[in-house]
């Protein structure tokens, strides 16, 4: 299974930026799917996940800002961020659980920069 994310770049505060991510190979139908990022010296944080079926969670840093989406038929996700924030910079990864086996695979990263 391999993650491919794109979307990041340079974005004002106030912006917006949307991510993608597209899976491929082998990705069972019953998975979950994730936004994590990272800043240098931190541990990588859970911004968003949402299920096979549409459920979502998110982070509360990001709670009607961002907004998670999936497309099944295409193994991607999505993440719609608004209202960037400078502490919102980071690098931002894509992650696939999949169910029952809870085996994850990462995507490499995508690069956010909000400037203020």
């Known amino acids: 299974v391999q993650l491919q994310a794109s979307g990041g770049g340079l974005v004002q505060a106030g912006g917006s930026l949307r991510l993608s991510c597209a899976a491929s190979?082998?990705?069972?139908?019953?998975?979950?799917m994730y936004w994590y990022r990272q800043t240098p010296g931190k541990q990588r944080e859970l911004v968003a996940g949402?299920?096979?079926?549409?459920?979502?969670n998110y982070a509360d840093s990001v709670k009607g800002r961002f907004t998670i989406s999936r497309d099944n038929a295409k193994n991607m996700v999505f993440l719609q961020m608004n209202s960037l924030k400078p502490e919102d910079t980071a690098v931002y990864y894509c992650?696939?659980?999949?169910?029952?086996?809870?085996?994850?695979?990462w995507g490499q990263g995508t690069l956010v920069t909000v400037s203020s």
């Open positions: 190979g082998r990705i069972f139908s019953s998975n979950v």
């Open positions: 949402i299920t096979s079926r549409g459920s979502t």
């Open positions: 992650k696939v659980t999949t169910m029952p086996t809870m085996t994850s695979y």
